[in-house]
């Protein structure tokens, strides 16, 4: 990373063995093939948990991205900042727009905030179609994959204040 740099970490998370749940981790074996700025950090958190924080606590920024249940059309992607996860979390309506699996997306973000370690962060979320014993995403979240991925570099570069993608 460079010295004058801030450090951006893109955090996938979820279940590979699960399908549609592994898409975060498909997310980032899809972006380690891609160029991207040296700032960021690409991290498979799998099924982490709480030691997410220790990946959140040195960064400058945080991308996130899962598999959340929102009642949306299979493949639809959303974008959500960590308060807007917050809320969502606390009101009737939305309360089922979380993390899948057995990370708890938002007990985790909420820990970092308390403790001080929240960077700025965004999440990517993506509904999907099924959750099944498969290494396999579904066709409706694996056609959505490369306009996720765009999505991601474009808040890349967004963050990083880069003129093009990241």
Excluded: W, Y
């Amino acid at each position: 990373m460079p010295k004058n740099g801030k450090k951006l970490v893109v955090i996938g998370v979820g279940n590979f063995l699960q399908g549609d749940e592994g898409v975060g981790v498909h997310a980032i074996d899809v972006l380690s093939g891609e160029i991207l700025d040296p700032r960021v950090d690409l991290i498979d958190g799998g099924t982490a948990g709480i030691d997410l924080l220790f990946f959140l606590e040195d960064a400058d920024f945080a991308v996130i991205i899962d598999c959340m249940e929102a009642h949306l059309e299979p493949g639809t992607i959303f974008r959500l900042t960590a308060d807007e996860l917050f809320l969502s979390a606390k009101t009737d309506n939305m309360h089922k727009k979380l993390s899948l699996h057995e990370t708890n997306l938002t007990e985790v973000l909420f820990a970092a905030k308390e403790l001080n370690k929240l960077p700025p962060t965004i999440i990517f979320g993506i509904q999907p179609k099924e959750i099944t014993v498969s290494c396999s995403l579904s066709a409706p979240v694996r056609k959505a994959l490369p306009k996720l991925i765009r999505a991601v570099k474009k808040e890349i570069s967004e963050l990083l204040g880069c003129g093009k993608h990241a």
